[in-house]
């Protein structure tokens, strides 16, 4: 699985696949490309990576701009649909979060109703969680509200492949992916407006 994090304007360095050394971003010693530390409840492995959003990418009205470019580089090499995190109930943009490994739960901080990205629904039970219970995304700043966005990693047959779950915390502007996983079933459609 790939976490990752950053501010906008952090020096971003090519992924390199571990072994790693570096154990916090601030601690970052020269081509060193990652980092541990811990944001909020949850702890997360930062990637600094440069990856510019590529021709053939899709992407959503309102996804902010550092989102798109974290999103795009936490991703393989594969063409991606970005799609914002918008609140059926009232259209609000900001959410309170809940991740494991296998999926997130999104609540809005407008008027509270709550979603599953993807199919999270599925294996959001005590059953699928083993030793991974869900925990409350966090910023490093102590926040927890976030704009939510979803990467979702494209076959070449169009089918949805990998979801990637980014969060932009609201208070400062901190990118990081707090949940990715693979999809190996199909047909995929419906999961690219369950965002």
Request: with cysteine; net charge negative; charged share 25%.
């Amino acid at each position: 699985m790939v976490l990752g994090m950053a501010r906008p304007g952090d020096d971003v360095r090519p992924v390199r696949e571990p072994p790693f050394t570096c154990m916090f971003p601030d601690q970052n010693p020269e081509g060193c490309p990652y980092a541990f530390g811990q944001a909020g409840r949850m702890w997360v492995r930062g990637v600094w990576n440069d990856a510019s959003v590529r021709a053939d990418d899709q992407v959503g009205d309102g996804v902010p701009a550092e989102l798109v470019v974290f999103l795009r580089s936490a991703v393989d090499g594969r063409p991606v649909k970005i799609a914002p995190s918008v609140c059926e109930g009232c259209g609000g943009r900001v959410f309170f979060v809940l991740v494991n490994a296998s999926g997130v739960e999104r609540e809005c901080s407008g008027c509270d109703s709550r979603a599953f990205i993807a199919d999270s629904g599925q294996y959001w039970n005590e059953e699928s969680w083993e030793d991974d219970e869900p925990g409350a995304a966090g910023c490093p700043c102590g926040s927890e509200e976030f704009e939510a966005a979803v990467a979702f990693s494209l076959g070449t047959d169009g089918a949805v492949r990998w979801v990637t779950v980014g969060l932009r915390c609201i208070q400062d502007g901190f990118c990081g992916v707090y949940a990715d996983w693979k999809i190996d079933y199909g047909p995929t459609d419906h999961l690219l407006t369950m965002v």
